[in-house]
């Protein structure tokens, strides 16, 4: 629902993963820079994350866990 609001009907709603965070609409530039600031920061993080999915070895990451035995 969020995200059809945002994308199909402009509203400039952001999100804030802090201890209080949440959805809002922000009031001024500084604030809708941080959302968007939050969202590439996000962004970052899920392209390492199909990047280390797509190297990875499909049988070798057992070896990992059975180190820890």
Known sequence: ?????????????????????????????TERLAGIVSIRNQLTEEEKRVSALISADLNGWKDYLKEGD
Do not use: A
């Open 1 to 29: 629902m969020i995200r059809r609001l945002i994308i199909e009907y402009g509203v400039p709603i952001c999100g804030s993963r802090e201890v209080n965070g949440g959805y809002y609409i922000p009031q001024n530039d």
